[in-house]
């Protein structure tokens, strides 16, 4: 079964604050495909939130439902406690999303005084490049980046009108180790400026580095939230693999079991604790071979979480 | 308050609140910038500056100052003549593509909703793609003056040069109204192909290429429903080549063509924006 956390100890974390960005029942239909089913959903000020979860699951409807770039199909999307789509509220905002194309003929400095005038208040761009790592790239033109670069170009623009609240939408998607790495510490600057920000992400590893808190989503429904301690041990559990006759169906409703999957000749188990669990395999079958265990990795747990009850098995990697 | 009345209170809120209140100075700063920066922008896209500023100058050099210099159609000398229609045909390129195949592109592949996103005032997104293709349109026009005036001995009042220049640099647009109203209604790939397809018989049907008088009668007759025909007339009735049809007709044709685009390019603002509203 999917592991529904407790509503996490939110008042402990952020007292009193107040919540700069909401979804409150929030339902959208693209079509007949349902990107999300009734999201409850809050960023207080001064949180990072990380939205966790595989492609596809809503997470970009979310920020854009947030931007007032879609609307959702029943229930309320709140940003600063009025409608996401009030021009003025952007002003308080930044966004960085995913996009297929950006004016490759313009130099970064460019790029980032265009949208710096957009606002009232906007950082200074050396500053802006700063906090960006891109003083060394100020005069390059878009389309001479490399990827990491034009994701830190991105986040420039995000960041550039000094918003309080901040929405990066897979702001590390397509990078590799050191650029994640280097665009983690560009947010956290961010954050230690007491900037608001809602990151979605499909690592928990990402979640746990910058989030004070972690919705899990899965096929447009929210299924976990907490810190990303609680996600963790949550769901951090073991992982058994062994050859048996029983079949998956009856393996799934042991008590305790989160995800079960074959593996060529074997099944892997994924459970919260391994004991209970292989007491009742033993007790079952008599001739069960090649028990193994071991702990469950972060994205083994996350991928726990997220398995649709094990009935699609082994979707995401 | 009744809950009536706090409901309206809303909704007038929120309609007041469309806008963002910004000092006239910012305003223009916005608009200014960027226009600029769309202007950079296409004049660093070889792909933009290669067909749209050389075809023009190429064939006016070849069959304007190259072949047919010492020639004269409709009691004007070639060269002079020549301006006129390769002008025309000029600004219909630099407006069709700088608006159209930017509009596809960036509304197709995300850039247009990072801007949305963020407090840009939206209709300077359109405004800089019309004034960039106003100021390519001068260009091309003052390039085949330059090369006119030097090369083909062309020679013409100061009056009647600004005229000229005017009246192609306005012809920019109705075909920029047009490219936006293509932008809407195609793809970030298929808006090049689309683009040509609908610009080079255009040109064609319209006297463009081959002088008018030279045209199949048929042809002739379609022009008569073309806006780069009544462009092209405009300006050749300056020149002294015209057909002696009116100018008005010429102007009314242009500015309900306009209008119509600009209809049509509203419908797929309002489609695209109940695609995300909706």
């Known amino acids: 079964m999917i592991a529904t956390l407790e509503q996490p100890r939110r008042t402990a974390m952020v007292s009193p604050q107040h919540v700069v960005a909401s979804l409150e029942g929030v339902n959208k239909n693209y079509g007949d495909v349902r990107a999300l089913r009734g999201v409850d959903f809050a960023v207080r000020a001064g949180e990072v939130v990380a939205l966790l979860g595989p492609n596809g699951a809503g997470k970009t409807t979310a920020v854009k439902l947030l931007l007032g770039l879609l609307q959702p199909t029943a229930g309320k999307a709140r940003?600063?406690?009025?409608?996401?789509?009030?021009?003025?509220?952007?002003?308080?905002?930044?966004?960085?999303?995913?996009?297929?194309?950006?004016?490759?003929?313009?130099?970064?400095?460019?790029?980032?005084?265009?949208?710096?005038?957009?606002?009232?208040?906007?950082?200074?761009?050396?500053?802006?490049?700063?906090?960006?790592?891109?003083?060394?790239?100020?005069?390059?033109?878009?389309?001479?980046?490399?990827?990491?670069?034009?994701?830190?170009?991105?986040?420039?623009?995000?960041?550039?009108g000094?918003?309080?609240?901040?929405?990066?939408?897979?702001?590390?998607?397509?990078?590799?180790?050191?650029?994640?790495?280097?665009?983690?510490?560009?947010?956290?600057?961010?954050v230690d400026r007491g900037k608001t920000v809602l990151l979605t992400t499909h690592y928990l590893q990402e979640a746990d580095a910058l989030a004070d808190r972690v919705a899990v989503i899965n096929q447009g429904e929210i299924i976990a939230q907490g810190t990303p301690a609680e996600i963790k041990a949550k769901t951090a559990g073991k992982r058994i693999r062994c050859i048996t006759s029983l079949s998956l169906d009856f393996v799934r409703q042991i008590p305790g079991v989160t995800g079960v999957k074959e593996d060529r000749e074997a099944i892997e188990i994924h459970g919260v604790e391994a004991?209970?669990?292989?007491?009742?395999?033993?007790?079952?079958?008599?001739?069960?071979?090649?028990?193994?265990?071991?702990?469950?990795?972060?994205?083994?747990?996350?991928?726990?979480?997220?398995?649709?009850?094990?009935?699609?098995g082994n979707q995401f990697n | 308050m009744s809950p009536e009345e706090i409901h309206m209170s809303t909704a007038i809120m929120s309609l007041t609140n469309q806008r963002i209140e910004r000092s006239p100075g910012h305003t223009a700063t916005i608009y200014l910038k960027e226009a600029r920066y769309e202007f950079l922008k296409n004049l660093r896209l070889r792909m933009y500056t290669a067909s749209v500023l050389s075809f023009p100058i190429m064939f006016y050099v070849l069959f304007g100052?190259?072949?047919?210099?010492?020639?004269?159609?409709?009691?004007?000398?070639?060269?002079?003549?020549?301006?006129?229609?390769?002008?025309?045909f000029g600004v219909m390129g630099a407006s069709l593509f700088g608006t159209a195949?930017?509009?596809?592109?960036?509304?197709?592949?995300?850039?247009?909703?990072?801007?949305?996103?963020?407090?840009?005032?939206?209709?300077?997104?359109?405004?800089?793609?019309?004034?960039?293709?106003?100021?390519?349109?001068?260009?091309?026009?003052?390039?085949?003056?330059?090369?006119?005036i030097v090369l083909g001995?062309?020679?013409?009042?100061?009056?009647?040069?600004?005229?000229?220049?005017?009246?192609?640099?306005?012809?920019?647009?109705?075909?920029?109204?047009?490219?936006?109203?293509?932008?809407?209604?195609?793809?970030?790939?298929s808006a090049p192909a689309t683009i040509n397809l609908i610009y080079l018989p255009m040109s064609f049907c319209s006297g463009l290429w081959v002088p008018f008088m030279f045209l199949p009668k048929i042809v002739r007759q379609i022009?008569?429903?073309?806006?780069?025909?009544?462009?092209?007339?405009?300006?050749?009735?300056?020149?002294?080549?015209?057909?002696?049809?009116?100018n008005a007709t010429h102007w009314e044709v242009l500015a309900a063509f306009t209008m119509i685009c600009l209809g049509v390019a509203r419908i797929g603002f309002q489609r695209d924006q109940e695609k995300m509203y909706g």
Not at chain 1, 170 to 181: I, K, M, N, S, Y
């Open chain 1, 162 to 190: 000094n918003p309080d609240l901040l929405f990066l939408d897979e702001p590390t998607v397509g990078l590799d180790v050191e650029a994640r790495r280097t665009l983690w510490d560009e947010i956290r600057r961010m």
């Open chain 1, 79 to 160: 940003v600063f406690g009025g409608d996401p789509t009030n021009p003025e509220n952007r002003m308080l905002t930044g966004a960085m999303l995913q996009v297929g194309r950006v004016p490759e003929t313009l130099r970064v400095r460019e790029h980032i005084d265009l949208f710096s005038s957009y606002y009232e208040n906007p950082m200074p761009l050396a500053e802006v490049l700063a906090a960006a790592g891109l003083e060394k790239l100020t005069d390059r033109k878009f389309g001479d980046l490399s990827g990491g670069q034009r994701q830190r170009v991105l986040f420039a623009l995000a960041i550039c």
């Open chain 2, 65 to 88: 100052l190259v072949l047919n210099a010492k020639e004269s159609l409709a009691g004007t000398r070639v060269p002079t003549y020549l301006i006129a229609t390769y002008g025309t």
């Open chain 2, 153 to 189: 001995g062309v020679r013409m009042p100061v009056a009647e040069f600004a005229k000229l220049l005017g009246t192609l640099t306005v012809g920019a647009l109705p075909f920029s109204a047009m490219g936006l109203a293509l932008g809407y209604f195609t793809g970030p790939n």
């Open chain 2, 101 to 148: 195949a930017g509009l596809a592109s960036d509304r197709g592949l995300g850039w247009l909703q990072v801007k949305r996103a963020s407090p840009m005032p939206p209709f300077a997104y359109f405004v800089a793609k019309v004034i960039t293709s106003m100021i390519f349109s001068t260009i091309i026009v003052l390039a085949l003056f330059t090369l006119g």
């Open chain 1, 275 to 312: 004991e209970p669990i292989v007491r009742e395999l033993l007790a079952r079958d008599a001739r069960l071979a090649g028990l193994e265990v071991t702990s469950a990795g972060l994205e083994e747990a996350f991928l726990a979480l997220t398995q649709d009850n094990g009935q699609n």
């Open chain 2, 223 to 246: 022009a008569l429903a073309l806006p780069p025909y009544h462009l092209s007339q405009l300006a050749l009735g300056i020149v002294g080549a015209g057909r002696n049809e009116s």
